[in-house]
Each structure stands twice: as structure tokens, then as C-alpha cells.
């Protein structure tokens, strides 16, 4: 037989006790059915022999009790029995318990939500074996006159050489791989398709750690230079263009050429970019002399070595980019950063989640007072059942006991309600925010989190509980037992510092929502000089097919050329990525014919986009001095530059044919400016525009471009567009195709993210406040009845009457208000990072909080003074 322990006995004992009851009942009859029996044996009757047994065995239900006592646990029982106290109650008092349960479901299904997506993006482990060992490197610059708004910001941009060096100099690094971000061209399996590639070293794999689902990962023999071309894809690729089929593996694709596939990754696996497809060998030839050319263009991802410490690494990685400085002049005045992954990973979203996490937990504050201040009141109204009890013996613990479990009771079934509002908020913000946003493959409530709305909902209960439970604990018994006495008139400075409270919270909720708000109008309503509207976009990518520059310079001349008959086109152009949000061409330097030669670490720099004739005619950019390019322009004709650049390099001079040398192609002959135009964004709203060269696409050929159609239909223009350039080469992928203000739109997610989450946050706060006001002075009304009805007797003018009931609750939101005001001043500087346009300090959004709270605060506290004015004197006075 199994000996259970003592605790698990008495536990399962609170559960078994008719069972228990009735076994002992068995057990007492037995035992008087014996000694009846024995009585009658020694002569006397059944009737008096039973009355004898009863009378020697003694009380029954004593001896039940007595039993009980030894095998019960008296706090299990007298909990589980104020349990079903409890229940009976608030089944009595349904709208009371609604209205609890539905204030603690948006408090706790709000917290829950917002940790589910926390507890994946920040607090999970990375996918990958020790992953908090690994670290991006970055090459730190000195700083650029007139180039960039930090100084000496590093960049995720490495030199072949450096990476060569990196490997062979550092002590504390176990592998550094580069990876570089190369779209490709899927054909022959259905239409041709454009995937998101990484072209990676062979370290690349075994840096991570990760093993595939199916076949192999590549190897240092696959990045050798000439090898056979071989491709790993994703799960995600696997399932949507090969269903799945687990003989995959071996078979020939055309990647920009034939390729061999030799693994499938699992569907957990991703690296920077949630949805990359492919990734290639880079194959580049290690024993070329790197440091001969120059150019930075690679991204370096390192595992530190098991003893090894972030800091460790740095120190040795800065260690060896010094000496690097020091012996070559192409790196001098650099260093380098190390990143942990974990920090690029989370980077756009961790101060946005850090954020709205905060303004849960104050939306749950918020919730918690109203909801004791609902139980205070509660309590002060049951204020005579409560002095009955104590003077009948019913001891102050198990006073306060019982009104504790009853808001233990109301939390758990709130947090039930929440954790229900959860999985539907998860749905929708999920819909806000774009999956790349946040980088996780699906948010889900799953054991952690049911585990922290379970803990949360449980503190809320005792939270909400204990201060409503003592203060009625610590009630005088005589007051509440005086005939006659049926007012509340329990703890009302707590109930009004209850409410303060709330309305600051409040505050803070509305001023934060208001600024992220009005950083999403200034985003979304940006001054650019760019018309915006009526702009289709999309991108082609050639493939390398087309190695030669003219053969470039043909196909997209043509294209546009396509383009532009398509009816309803007003006008059509291309750059090698989009304005505003695109990423240019990158950074070098130039020089200025005239002007003395400086070592390449001091020349200035600048940023290169690449467009063809008509690019800014197009666009709406203004072109200030000079001209733009033209379809008649030769490949010397000469360079376009931005405003941003004339003030950074010359001021001073007029810059219409001053002639400049650009690094960029293997011959960079000098030629002059023939225009400036007017600034844009660059690589986001949020940026100022950068000194910018532009170059016409017949002097500098790219292969991949982006198309901009001037239409006044840009959905219907779609099809004819796609048609125009398959014409041309049906094997080349139309992607991204989209409006421009759809693409602003989706650049500013995050954003549009922090001001619906933290703006239905407030929301709530302010809703759950105004039901605070309105709760408090409709109690208070309800104590003063008799005083109302007193005045109004008296003569009192029934309109001064109302006003005093508004002004007491406008007198309650003034003053929350206040401390709300200086708690936000000194709590939303946090903010900063986040805004755009607006202050931490921002008083238009400061004055508009404070005008929509006592807006609220006057049609909550109407109804109560609605009703202080409707006391009817003699029936008040009677029913006193």
C-alpha cells in the first residue's frame, strides 16, 4: 500500500469530506449495533439496550467533530468555506462582479498580451546553440565633414582584407563568417521569382550552429572559388515552391544560373532577416591581394569563445583593429564595434516593447485601484453584516480573510476573462505589426505565459484586497451596530486618493499615447519635396546574363520606354532604390578638381543614388540651379547633386560646373555638375537628406532598379506594367510591387504600432477612470442623502447643488491631473528615442490631455449630480 505524505493527505481530505463523514457514521453505528447486542444478551429488552448504548457511546456529532479535528486542515477548509461563501454573494450582486471582472480582463489580458510578445522577441533564447555568444562586428569610422548626423557611428560594413586579418589576428573569436544580403532569381519553377539571398563563407553555418532539417550546410569546400554552385533554402521556400518534397536535395535549380540544392533548414531557423529564402556560397578567392582593393561592403557575424566576455572580445577586437590602423592607411582613424546579435535582432523594437510594457502595467495600476476602491465600497456597505459578525465571534482575521478571498475569487475570474482577451489581441496585433517587425515566427499564448497571467492575476487579487480588507478589519464594531445607521461612510479619503491616483496614471497613459500619436502624423504627414501620390513602384533585378553595362543601359531604357506607353502612364523613371526609404547606392568619397589631393581615410564623402533621365521630373524634385539629366545626355555628361551637399562642400562657390572625381568605377574621370536639387529623406523620414551625387544610369550601370510610374490608377496599371517588362525578358521577376504611400506606410510600422497599442491602452486607463469618478460620487451622493434632502428642505437652489457634486469630482481630476502632468514630465522623457517632429514636453499634446480628461471627467461626474438634484426631501427623510 502507498503511504501518502501528510500534506497530500489533509489536502485530499478538504475534498472527501461527506465521504469521511459518512464512513465514521458507518463506523459509530457499528459500533452501537455491538454493544446493543452485548445489552441484550445480559437480559434486557431492544428498546432499553439501544437507549443504554446511545447513553455509554455518547454524542455522535461530538465525536464526529473531534474526528474531523484530527484529520482535517482547518485553513483549507475554512478558505474552501469561505469560497462558497463568497460565490453565493457575488451571485447576489451580479453587476458588481461584472463590472470587477470586466476592469481586471483589460488590465490583465492587456499585461499578458504585451509579455506574450516580449517574452518571444526579448526573453526566449536566440535558435541557436549558445546563442548569446554570438556577435556582429561592425568597422567604426571617424568622423566625416558634413557626411552623417553621428559622429564616428560604425557601420555594418566590412573589407574583405579586414575580415582576412580579423580571422588571423584575434584570440578570443572561435570563427568569424561574412554574409552580404544578394537577391536572386528563381526560374523554371513556375514564374520566375525574386528571393531574398544571403551570400555567405563557409564559417557561416558553424558560427551559428545550427544543423539543417534535410541534406547538408555549406562547407569551406563549397566557398572555395569556381566550385559547383550550391544553394541551402528555407523551410519556408521548401514548402511554398517545392511542397515540401523530401528529395529536394540534389536537385538543379536556376539561380542566376544552374545551382545544385543540398539542404533544407528547419522552420524555426532565421538570421537577421526573418524572411530570407536562400543562402549561397560567397567563393571568394582568399589568397587575392585584398588589400589592394578597396571598398567595404561585407557583414561579419563571430562566436566569442566559452570563456570568453563580451568586453574580452572587444578589448581584443579593438586591439587588433589599432594595429590594423597602424600599419595600413586605408584603415586609419577606424576601429571596430562588436554588437551581440540578440541587440540586432530586438534593436527596432526593444524600446517600442520596453514601452508599451510600462504603459500596461500602468493600465493594470489603473485597474487594481478602481477595483479596490469598488471593494472598499463594497465592504463599507456590508459594514453591518461585518459588526454582526465580529460581535458573535467571528474574529478580525477571518474578516479580512474572507474579503480577500472574495477578490482572489473576482481576479481569477478576471484573469480567465483576460488571458481569453489575450489570444484575440495577439490576433490583431499581430495584424498591426508586420511579422518582420517584431521577428518571430508566430506569437502564441503557450505554458509561460498562461503561468504569468495565472501569477499576475493572483497578485492583482491580494493587491486589490489586502488595503480594503484592513481598513475594514480595523472598524470600531459599535458605530455599525447603532439602529438607524445605514450610511457608508467608510474610509473616504482613501476612496478619493484611490481615484487621484487613477487620474494620474491616466495622464501619463493619455500624454504618452498623445506624443507617439502625434509622431505618427508627422511621419506620415512629413514635408518632402516629393509628390508622393499617384506613384506605383516596383523592382526588377537583371540577372547575370546581362554582364555588360550597355546591355543594362538597353534593357532599362527600353523598360521605361514600355512603360511609359501604357495608357494612363504620365510619366515613368528608375533609381537603383527608392527615395525617402530606400537604401542608396552607399557611401565614397570624391575630389575636387583644384582643390589639394587628401589621404582616402580625409577625403569628403558622400552617398551615390543611381537614376535615369527624368528621375526628378517625375517625382515632383525640385531641381534648384542647373538642370537634371536628359535622354540625350552622353555618359560625361556629368553628375546632379542635392542641396545638402553645396552646403556641406560649397558654400562658398557656385557649384554649376565645378568638376568632381567620384570613387566608384575603375575609372572615374573628372566631370562636372550640371544641377542641384532640393533635399530628401534619406534611408528614412526620420533622416535629414545626406550630401548626395547622382549619377545618370549610362554613366554607371546598375543592375537592379526600381520603377516609378507617374499613374492616376496605380492598381489597374499593375498588369500592363509586369506585361511591358516580360515582353522585354520573360525570365525577370517584377517584386515589391506596390504605391509609394504603401510603402511609406509599411516604413513607418513601428511607429504606427507604439500609437494604436499605447493609444488603446489610454483609452482604456481613461475609461477606467472616468468609471472611478462616476463610482466614487455616486457613493458619496448615496451618503449624503440625508443632507441633500436636508438643504433642499432648507432652500438650497438645486442647480448650486448639482454644481457642487461636478466641482467635487472636477476638484478629484484636478488634482490627479497635476501630479499626472509632473509625473509624465519627468517619466516620458524615456519617449525621446521614439518621437519625431514633437518633445517629451510637447504642450499642445500636454493641454489636449488635460482638456479630454475633464471632458470625461464632467460626464462622469454629471450623472451623480444629476441625481443629487432629483432627491425627493421627505421620502429621503423618512426612509432615515
Request: net charge positive.
Amino acid at each position: 500500500m502507498i503511504r501518502r505524505p501528510r500534506w497530500y493527505r489533509r489536502l485530499a481530505a478538504l475534498f472527501t469530506w461527506d465521504a469521511r463523514d459518512a464512513d465514521m457514521s458507518e463506523e459509530m453505528r457499528h459500533h452501537l449495533d455491538a454493544l446493543t447486542d452485548e445489552l441484550v444478551r445480559a437480559g434486557a429488552t431492544r428498546e432499553h439496550a439501544a437507549a443504554e448504548a446511545r447513553r455509554r457511546f455518547g454524542s455522535t456529532l461530538r465525536l464526529k467533530e473531534a474526528g474531523h479535528d484530527v484529520r482535517r486542515t482547518p485553513i483549507f477548509e475554512n478558505v474552501w468555506r469561505d469560497i462558497r461563501h463568497m460565490v453565493r454573494g457575488l451571485r447576489r450582486s451580479p453587476a458588481f462582479a461584472i463590472t470587477v471582472i470586466l476592469t481586471l480582463a483589460i488590465g490583465i489580458g492587456g499585461n499578458t498580451t504585451i509579455f506574450s510578445v516580449i517574452d518571444q522577441v526579448l526573453l526566449r533564447p536566440l535558435p541557436y546553440p549558445d546563442g548569446d555568444r554570438l556577435v556582429l562586428i561592425s568597422t567604426k569610422f571617424p568622423p566625416a565633414p558634413g557626411f552623417g548626423p553621428a559622429t564616428g557611428a560604425p557601420c555594418r560594413c566590412v573589407s574583405t582584407a579586414d575580415w582576412l586579418d580579423w580571422q588571423r589576428e584575434n584570440s578570443t573569436l572561435e570563427k568569424i563568417a561574412i554574409w552580404f544580403p544578394n537577391p536572386v532569381t528563381l526560374t523554371g519553377v513556375g514564374d520566375p521569382v525574386r528571393l531574398n539571398s544571403q551570400a555567405v563563407s563557409g564559417e557561416f553555418f558553424p558560427v551559428l550552429g545550427v544543423r539543417p532539417l534535410l541534406g547538408r550546410t555549406i562547407t569551406a569546400d563549397d566557398d572555395r572559388p569556381n566550385h559547383e554552385r550550391v544553394v541551402v533554402i528555407s523551410y519556408s521556400l521548401w514548402q511554398r515552391l517545392f511542397n515540401g518534397d523530401p528529395k529536394v536535395v540534389g536537385r538543379i535549380v536556376q539561380l542566376n544560373g544552374p545551382t545544385r540544392i543540398i539542404g533544407v533548414m528547419p522552420a524555426t531557423f532565421r538570421f537577421v532577416f526573418q524572411d530570407n529564402d536562400v543562402w549561397l556560397p560567397f567563393q571568394l578567392d582568399r589568397t587575392f591581394p585584398w588589400r589592394q582593393r578597396a571598398g567595404r561592403f561585407l557583414d561579419t557575424i563571430a562566436r566569442r569563445k566559452p570563456d570568453v566576455t563580451q568586453a574580452q572580445a572587444r578589448t581584443d577586437m579593438e586591439r587588433v583593429a589599432a594595429r590594423l590602423a597602424s600599419r595600413y592607411e586605408f584603415d586609419k582613424g577606424t576601429s571596430v564595434t562588436l554588437t551581440p546579435l540578440r541587440q540586432e535582432l530586438t534593436g527596432q523594437v526593444h524600446t517600442s516593447l520596453v514601452v508599451l510594457y510600462g504603459a500596461v502595467a500602468v493600465l493594470l495600476a489603473i485597474a487594481c485601484f478602481n477595483v479596490a476602491n469598488l471593494l472598499l465600497v463594497r465592504a463599507s456597505a456590508r459594514g453591518r453584516e461585518i459588526a454582526v459578525r465580529t460581535s458573535l465571534g467571528a474574529g478580525r482575521a477571518s474578516i479580512v480573510r474572507q474579503l480577500v478571498v472574495e477578490s482572489l475569487l473576482l481576479a481569477v475570474a478576471g484573469g480567465a476573462v483576460g488571458i481569453a482577451l489575450a489570444y484575440w489581441s495577439i490576433d490583431a496585433l499581430t495584424a498591426v505589426a508586420p511579422p518582420n517587425l517584431l521577428r518571430v515566427p508566430q506569437l502564441t499564448v503557450d505554458t509561460r505565459v498562461l503561468l504569468y497571467a495565472v501569477t499576475v492575476s493572483l497578485l492583482t487579487g491580494i493587491a486589490c484586497g489586502v488595503v480594503p480588507a484592513v481598513l475594514v478589519g480595523m472598524r470600531p464594531v459599535a458605530p455599525a451596530l447603532r439602529a438607524g445607521s445605514t450610511t457608508i461612510t467608510h474610509a473616504p479619503r482613501v476612496r478619493q486618493a484611490l481615484v487621484i491616483s487613477q487620474v494620474a496614471m491616466t495622464v501619463i497613459l493619455l500624454c504618452g499615447a498623445g506624443l507617439l500619436s502625434r509622431t505618427l502624423f508627422a511621419l506620415s504627414n512629413s514635408s518632402q519635396p516629393l509628390d508622393k501620390h499617384d506613384l506605383l513602384t516596383m523592382q526588377v533585378a537583371l540577372p547575370p546574363r546581362y554582364q555588360e553595362d550597355q546591355q543594362r543601359v538597353d534593357f532599362f531604357t527600353h523598360a521605361i520606354e514600355a512603360l511609359r506607353a501604357i495608357p494612363g502612364v504620365q510619366a515613368a523613371t528608375a533609381a537603383n532604390s527608392l527615395p525617402i526609404i530606400g537604401s542608396p547606392q552607399g557611401g565614397t568619397v570624391f575630389h575636387r578638381q583644384g582643390t589639394p589631393e587628401l589621404p582616402p581615410n580625409q577625403r569628403p564623402v558622400a552617398l551615390i543614388r543611381v537614376v535615369t533621365p527624368g528621375y526628378f521630373r517625375t517625382l515632383g524634385i525640385p531641381v534648384t540651379r542647373g538642370r537634371e539629366f536628359i535622354e540625350s545626355d552622353p555618359a560625361t555628361a556629368g553628375f546632379v547633386v542635392n542641396e545638402a551637399f553645396v552646403r556641406a562642400y560649397l558654400a562658398e562657390i557656385d557649384p554649376l560646373g565645378q568638376e568632381i572625381k567620384v570613387e566608384m568605377q575603375a575609372k572615374n574621370p573628372y566631370l562636372p555638375i550640371i544641377g542641384v536639387v532640393a533635399d530628401v529623406s534619406e534611408g528614412s523620414i526620420r533622416n535629414d537628406g545626406q550630401p548626395t551625387v547622382f549619377y545618370s544610369e549610362a554613366t554607371m550601370a546598375a543592375g537592379g532598379m526600381a520603377f516609378m510610374l507617374r499613374t492616376s490608377h496605380p492598381q489597374a496599371t499593375v498588369g500592363p506594367a509586369i506585361t511591358a517588362i516580360h515582353r522585354l525578358d520573360s525570365r525577370i521577376a517584377v517584386t515589391k510591387i506596390a504605391t509609394f504611400e504603401d510603402a511609406l506606410a509599411d516604413s513607418v510600422a513601428r511607429d504606427r504600432l507604439n500609437a494604436i497599442v499605447s493609444g488603446s491602452f489610454a483609452f482604456s486607463g481613461l475609461m477606467l477612470a472616468a468609471l472611478g469618478v462616476y463610482g466614487l460620487l455616486t457613493f458619496m451622493v448615496a451618503e449624503r442623502t440625508k443632507e441633500m434632502a436636508i438643504r433642499i428642505v432648507l432652500g438650497a437652489h438645486i442647480p448650486r447643488l448639482t454644481r457642487s457634486v461636478v466641482a467635487r469630482g472636477l476638484a478629484l481630476v484636478a488634482a490627479g491631473s497635476a501630479l499626472g502632468l509632473l509625473a509624465s514630465l519627468l517619466l516620458l522623457r524615456s519617449l525621446k528615442p521614439l518621437l519625431f517632429a514633437v518633445t517629451p514636453y510637447d504642450a499642445p499634446t500636454y493641454i489636449s490631455v488635460i482638456a479630454l480628461l475633464c471632458g470625461a471627467a464632467v460626464v462622469a461626474s454629471y450623472m451623480p449630480a444629476r441625481h443629487a438634484g432629483r432627491v425627493e426631501p421627505l421620502r429621503a427623510l423618512r426612509e432615515e
